[in-house]
């Protein structure tokens, strides 16, 4: 589904990535764990468009089309998510004008019908018991005013409304009180399935009790160091973020 | 500047055709008022970039033309009126083609016993009493040249009178017209909004242009709130890209009355909107809100000025606007506070998003407190859009285009929702989808 061939990419003249390869198949969890300044948001961000980041090298194929050259509402159209680390506020505009415009810009995308709004709030309706979100929530602002919790619960909401192929999950876990972060992980979980793939982007295990991944890959300085199964994400809450600095000059602070 | 003696000449030297017109109008009471005025206009001198109120506005452009006044009738089709009126709100229509009120397009719906809407040409003619006791009370022409020369050569214009504790449920929909292909025209709308003790009434100016001819629109607008009336008042300015708008209104505040004021705008080549309110007794409430969208050269101004004269009276006053291209933007908001107005809440904001480089904004709250216990505020930003929340847009597969047209609309949503009949809310809202997402 998604492969990542050599990918350089930075921000105002700094390389942060340095080299990233990565195969995602359909059906698969990969965790990207790392520590604080290691790339991971970075290669968030490059996979969704953001344009303020530059590719200088490498390549990202997607279902056999290169990534890179797609706008980001193509990008989005084509089934890639990304849940941000720090969801955007956007006052005066609903959530439910969001999803509504989303959705049917990503049907149309595809050649399909508008949905009428009966189809689309019973859709609604059926998404947010998944994150247990009340109904007065969907007339509100865009994450105007919403509590860490609400904000990320929203992510969560909106990628079971679009209904991805490939979601990228940046940091949704940080911040979360226990409750919510099962709360996000039940979602997140409800929504696996052989079709689709999800990246999830972790400083921390603990969401990986939660949500269990095929693989995990440890990036650092913007390279990934090392891939296993899951017991590797075990392996490094014991050690620490330093076992895999081991020869690494400089210490960062877990 | 012997240009502007030349344009100020022309005015005065064409007074004698329009005395001759007004055949039988000679004969009303107000007409010294339009000598006393004259003789004023030609004391005054056209505001230059040097008058602090006029900094940023020059009005230069706006001198390089001899406006006549127009004397042909001017046929408008139905089928264009009706373009202009709001899908789904039943109201009282009329209609002014080139500054002349038009019967065969009004439509006045069944109003209550004593209230009249309609030309105030023909309430003058009447000296109509309540006309002569506001007319030109509160739009001084004394010290103020546009106003002078409106009130010289008052014509034509909106006259609504609701008598006390009359309900006027459908809203008033005024609708100015400025058709003319061959002559450069004047026209001068003199409107005079009476509502008395306990009334209530919405009132729609609706200021519509031809897209590309160049004409000078002249307003001054009177309104006066009595005792508890509630008086909404929206003002809807689609006029040519070519054109020149002035305009004035001038708002009256008398104990517990409410006024509520919005101005919708897609500019002129050259806009300024006064608008001033005055509360004259206890417990008023006032909101002023705004909103532009411009582009292109066009320079647009919103100078308003909030008269606090006395005790527990609250205000709100809240201009947003979107700027392309080169055009520029003014927002000049006074609000004074004066001694004895203890308890007063005023609030001002002026927000503005710049679309370009080269658009520009001068924004200037003036507080003047006088009194000692009162809540004032104000706020001013100039920003350009949110990049971030536009990206967040596109990334959940919103188009470049859709995404700017949400944020624009979000923008604007402050001042659009305090509107508070639907289907002008929805009529604003096309009229931002069509400036913003061709």
Known sequence: ?254 | MNKMIDIKDWYISNFGEFEKRLNGGKESSIHQLRKDALSNFSKLEFPSIKDEEWKYTSIVPLLKYNFVTSLKEKKISKDFIKSLLFDGLEHSLIVFINGRFSNEHSDLLNLPNGVVVGSIAEEIKKNNEILLKHFGRYADHRDHIFTALSTAYTDDGAFIYVPAGKIVKEAIHIVFITDSPEEKILTQPRNLFVAEKNSQVTIIEHYVGNEDEIYFTNAVTEIVAEENAILDHIKLQEESKKSFHIARMEVDQERNSNFSSHLISTGADLTRNEFNAKFNDEGGECTLNGLYMIDGTRLFDAHTLMDHAKPHCNSHEHYKGILDEKSRGVFNGKVIVRQDAQKTNAFQENNNILLSDQALVNTKPQLEIFADDVKCSHGATIGQMDDDAKFYLKSRGIGEEASKGILLHAFASDVITSIKIDSIKNYIEKLITEKFNQ
């Open chain 1, 1 to 254: 589904m998604l492969e990542i061939k050599n990918l350089h990419a930075g921000i105002e003249g700094n390389e942060i990535l340095k080299g990233i390869d990565l195969k995602v198949n359909a059906g698969e969890v990969h965790a990207i764990m790392g520590p604080n300044g290691s790339g991971k948001s970075t290669l968030a961000q490059v996979l969704a468009g953001r344009e303020e980041y530059e590719v200088k090298e490498g390549k990202v194929i997607y279902n056999g089309k290169n990534l890179l050259d797609l706008a980001p509402e193509d990008r989005a159209r084509e089934g890639v998510f990304l849940a941000f680390q720090y969801p955007v506020e956007i006052p005066g505009v609903s959530n439910t004008n969001l999803l509504k415009t989303a959705l049917n810009e990503i049907r149309k995308y595809h050649g399909e019908e508008e949905l009428d709004t009966i189809e689309f709030l019973s859709l609604i309706k059926e998404k947010m018991n998944l994150v247990e979100l009340d109904q007065k929530f969907l007339s509100r602002s865009v994450n105007e005013g919403f509590s860490g919790g609400e904000k990320k619960r929203n992510e969560i909401f909106q990628m079971a409304v679009l209904q991805p192929k490939l979601a990228i999950l940046d940091e949704t876990d940080s911040g979360l009180d226990i409750d919510a972060l099962k709360i996000v992980a039940n979602g997140v979980n409800k929504l696996r399935s052989k079709d689709n793939a999800t990246i999830v982007v972790t400083h921390y295990q603990r969401l990986l009790n939660y949500i269990v991944p095929d693989f995990v890959h440890v990036l650092y300085n913007g390279k990934i160091v090392k891939s296993g199964g899951k017991e590797l994400a075990l392996e490094l809450e014991a050690k620490g973020y330093d076992w895999i600095k081991n020869g690494k000059e400089e210490l960062v602070n877990q």
